[in-house]
């Protein structure tokens, strides 16, 4: 058999694949998050919400909704260097985002069953 014949089947093979795997994962909430950021990310966002007393008049002062707040957690990146990871109750996280391009750092524990949201400050000021 020809190299090109083989190479023909392999690609038609593959793209069937592919066809069978978009049919089958279709509507799932499949997703790879496989780093670090990633996974403590999306560790904090299933979980409940609550706000400190100064989260609360920061996101007051400023104007900020809650869905505001869930994309900066959302799509922030975690500075572990910052970050208590090796407490045993509750973890610290600090997450780095920008807002109307102003820097901002949320400080986040979060729990077994809830994350708490303590501290919301820009890193300019």
């Known amino acids: 058999m020809k190299f090109i014949h083989r190479l023909g ?3 038609g093979g593959f793209a069937i ?3 069978i795997l978009m049919f089958f994962l279709n509507g799932k909430d499949a997703s790879c998050d496989y780093g670090p ?3 403590t990310v999306k560790n904090i966002s299933s979980k409940p919400m609550s706000y400190s007393n ?3 008049s920061f996101i007051g002062e400023n104007s900020l909704d809650s869905i505001t707040v869930v994309n900066l957690i959302k799509y922030g990146s975690v500075d ?3 970050s208590k990871t090796k407490l045993d109750s509750c ?3 600090h997450i780095d985002n920008s807002y109307k391009e102003q820097d901002l750092e ?3 524990q ?3 069953s809830l994350a708490k949201i303590l501290k919301i400050n820009y890193l300019n000021d």
């Open 106 to 108: 949320l400080t986040v």
């Open 91 to 93: 973890k610290v996280y």
């Open 110 to 112: 979060n729990c077994d």
């Open 37 to 39: 950021n990633a996974r």
């Open 9 to 11: 089947y392999y690609l």
């Open 54 to 56: 100064e989260a609360s």
């Open 17 to 19: 694949g592919l066809i």
């Open 80 to 82: 572990f260097s910052k």
